[in-house]
């Protein structure tokens, strides 16, 4: 038969053509089956699918979605029972009769007996006291025992507050009200009732001061030893002929290397502060951290005012192309430390770490007294000298801000008069504190100069520290004061920057 395709014969063609309809006719016409259509090499009629077949898909998507239904269900229930069902038939099996006992079972005297023999029991003291510091509305714990355990409490906290707190005037009330809350909380003596182990609930979360100062001391003695940066050596002598003050810079020891190379180029600067229009500077020594210098330096002042005065040497590591790298510094604030000049004597001093040259703010004096028996501190502003100059016309208006401190906080401040157009401006006024003896270890006074400015904030010339926590002259000055009671006691004090202040003890200006 592909012979007859092949032969393109137009009758032939035509003939193929209509049994080719006739074999994809639909049913196929009577006498015509699959077998002759294949003889012929044409497609047998393609069967039409059956309803069957669509039945049969329906009917598997209705179990389908019947096998979810019923997975969800069960899973809803299996959540109910754990979630509802369970702790529902718990709390009916742990709520028996010997939990909640009737009211003649706590009237009898035998029961009344045996719950004070298990009040007067430590451990058993102990566990409900830290039963009824959980939760005061347990309904594990009876409210007959509660009451009991309230009542025991409140009796040895009547009785140490009687025993153990003194009489206070009325001027500390209004002190101990600004005092931080842990100050006045004091924890309930039990006397021998209570082991150690008892006590550990009531002392979770309390904050230990002794602690944390014998860590900050430690950091403090860290910290001042890496603020080190060497030695320097120079001597001072006094010409009583020609009035001038001979600095000797002679040499430095163990300094830091500044360049990439392991060395530094140091050179010194000199000033005799409070006048820094004065400048002296050495040569500059290459590639050494031990330089030699051995040079003189002349400065012409008159021998009543070297006590005013007071030396500054700064250190700086020299580079051709960039700014120069300070080393640290040096301040000498009393020139006859080592003796009264008439020779010449050598000074060694540890070089302390700086990143820019100090600036002179001026200093204050300040006398301190306290009268214990009537927990009175008194402070009186003598004078300031030397304050920097904060307007353009270079004077200041200056004045005197005094803040208690306690643990951080600002409790109390109080302000002198203004002195206007002046930095040496003289106050002698008087700026009271009540504070009760056994706080005196708790508090320190900022004081701070500040300027006056008539239109926009009040500026500030610098800040000194007195108390226990403060450092250097400040703490002497605090414990002389505690140490000579009913007697003034005077010093000067340099004033420093605000972000030292900050460092020192982060207190709230």
Known sequence: MSGVWETGEPRCQAALAVLASLCRARPPPLGLDVETCRSFELEPPERSPSAADAGTSVSLLTVV?????VALVAVFLFLFWKLCWMPWR?????????????????QSP???????????????????EAAVKISHTSPDIPAEVQRSVKEHIMHHTRLQRQTTEPASSTRHTSFKRHLPRQMHVSSVDYGNELPPAAEQPTSIGRIKPELYKQK???????????????KINFSLRYDYENETLIVRVLKAFDLPAKDFCGSSDPYVKIYLLPDRKCKL?????????????????????????????????????????SRHDMIGEVILDNLFEASDLSQETSIWKDIQYATSESVDLGEIMFSLCYLPTAGRLTLTVIKCRNLKAMDITGYSDPYVKVSLLCDGRRLKKKKTTIKK????????????????????????????????????????????????????LGRDHWNEMLAYPRKPIAHWHSLAEV???????NPRL
């Open 499 to 505: 972000k030292k202040s900050f460092r020192e003890g």
């Open 65 to 69: 979605v019947i096998v979810c239904g």
């Open 216 to 230: 900050s001391v430690e950091g403090d003695d860290a910290q001042t030893e890496a603020k080190t940066c060497g």
């Open 281 to 321: 500077q050495t040569r500059v020594h290459r590639k050494t951290l031990n330089p030699t210098f051995d040079e003189n330096f002349h400065f012409p002042v008159p021998y009543e005012e070297l006590a005013d005065r007071k030396l500054h040497l700064s250190v700086f590591d020299f580079d051709r192309f």
């Open 110 to 128: 035998s029961s009344r007996g045996n719950m004070a023999d298990k009040l007067k029991d430590p451990n058993t003291l102990g566990f409900l």
């Open 421 to 472: 157009n002046t930095l040496n401006p003289v106050y002698n006024e008087a700026i009271i504190f009540d504070i009760p003896p056994e706080n005196m270890d708790q508090v320190s006074l900022l004081i701070s100069v500040m300027d006056y400015d008539r239109v926009g904030h009040n500026e500030i010339i610098g800040v000194c520290r007195v108390g226990i926590s403060a450092e250097g």
């Open 90 to 106: 718990n709390k009916e099996a742990s709520s028996p009769s010997s939990a909640n006992p009737s009211p003649e079972a706590l």
